[in-house]
């Protein structure tokens, strides 16, 4: 069950225990046993307003920024809403940018760790739909690909995007190229 999306649960990472099992019952004409189990199980799901870290996996135009977690990937900021504003999609870079004023363009690369805020979620059903009985000559309907989980989340406040525009501890000592070293370059 690892790995798998509960509807209205979250995403099952692993189970944590098993606290009882029942005797296993055949079924008639299947022979599938069937035993049932009372587990915890460690879940991610993310409440509203929580502020996470993860990295940009994609800049797509017209849709938004793509986060992964490593171990989820169904995380997007839409955008131009959800990054601070004025924002545009630059064309060369193939990134989402954000025109500070008065200044250079900061852009959101890919593969940037980043600090966003969760907004909303949505769920999928994708319980497969009972077969029908096609017509020799019918083709059958092509099956749209859609996550059964996803994250809708934000960076448009201070303190959110990119942790290389807010992090500024020892941001003196990386301009002077003295990183790791004391005041008399050692």
Do not use: H
């Not at 409440?47 to 797509?60: H, T």
């Not at 017209?62 to 171990?71: N, R, S």
């Not at 059964?148 to 992090?167: F, K, Q, R, T, V």
């Amino acid at each position: 069950m690892s790995t798998k999306v509960v509807q209205g649960v979250g995403l099952c990472i692993s189970m944590w225990s098993l606290n009882k099992a029942s005797d296993g019952l055949i079924g008639n004409g299947d022979g599938l046993i069937n035993v049932n189990v009372e587990f915890d199980m460690a879940v991610f799901r993310p409440f509203k307003g929580e502020v996470i870290q993860g990295q940009i996996r994609r800049n797509v135009k017209g849709v938004g920024i793509q986060i992964t977690m490593d171990f989820f990937e169904d995380i997007w900021v839409q955008c131009p809403v959800g990054i601070p504003k004025p924002a545009y999609f630059d064309e060369t870079e193939q990134v989402w940018a954000w025109q500070v004023e008065g200044g250079d363009p900061a852009f959101y690369d890919n593969n940037e760790q980043v600090r966003f805020r969760v907004e909303r979620e949505i769920w999928n059903d994708l319980t497969p739909d009972k077969p029908q009985v096609l017509a020799s000559a019918a083709r059958p309907q092509q099956v749209e690909a859609r996550s059964p989980y996803i994250i809708i989340a934000s960076m448009a406040e201070d303190g959110l995007g990119p942790n290389l525009w807010w992090d500024v501890q020892g941001s003196s000592k990386k301009e002077d190229g003295m990183e790791g070293q004391d005041s008399e370059g050692r």
